[in-house]
């Protein structure tokens, strides 16, 4: 049975993500002035993320060797609704306001995993909700990779998570 996802900062670029007690990887964010992107090493295993195409709208993974693990494109220009292509299957990532920040990436039937800022007290903490299942963790990479600038942005340098498990 999983137990609570977290990432935690442990140098001003680089974070360490947690699932329970064990280290799952880390992810280091990697930024110029006209490019952002981040190296994962998720297991032991090297991965690039990085923005590409001419208006810099695509995000691709790569592993160490070139090749695309995972691909996420916007359905139009300025939409909140995320087409990811992974192990030759579609899903959706969605941004939405509930009633804070929150992105979620569903298949066709539920939502698999979810990063949202949530109020707790009068602090700001980030939620993440998973299947119980789901222990594919490149969707953990690519949501942080998305949401940190927001949750760094909301909550400063005091992260705060609170991981939940959905049950069906």
């Known amino acids: 049975m999983e137990t609570n996802r977290n990432w935690k900062k442990t140098t001003e670029k680089k974070y360490l993500f947690l699932v329970g007690e064990k280290k799952i990887g880390e992810l280091e964010l990697q930024s110029s002035r006209w490019n952002r992107s981040a190296i994962i090493n998720l297991e032991g295993q090297l991965y690039t993320i990085a923005y590409t ?30 087409t990811i292509e992974y192990k ?10 509930n009633p804070l920040v929150e992105f979620v990436i569903t298949n066709d039937t539920s939502e698999l995993l979810s990063y949202s800022l949530e109020n707790n007290g009068g602090t700001l903490v980030t939620k993440i909700i998973s299947l ?30 609170q991981s939940l498990l959905m049950s069906l």
């Not at 030759?88 to 306001?97: E, G, S, T, V, Y």
């Not at 990479?141 to 400063?156: D, H, K, R, S, V």
């Open 53 to 82: 195409g001419f208006w810099k709208s695509k995000l691709l993974l790569f592993d160490y060797k070139g090749d695309v693990v995972l691909k996420a494109y916007p359905e139009k220009w300025f939409s909140n609704h995320t």
């Open 88 to 97: 030759n299957i579609k899903l959706n990532l969605k941004i939405r306001n």
């Open 132 to 161: 119980p299942e789901n222990e594919d963790y490149f969707l953990d990479f690519l949501l942080w990779y998305l949401f940190q600038p927001i949750a760094q942005e909301n909550t400063g340098d005091n992260l705060i998570f």
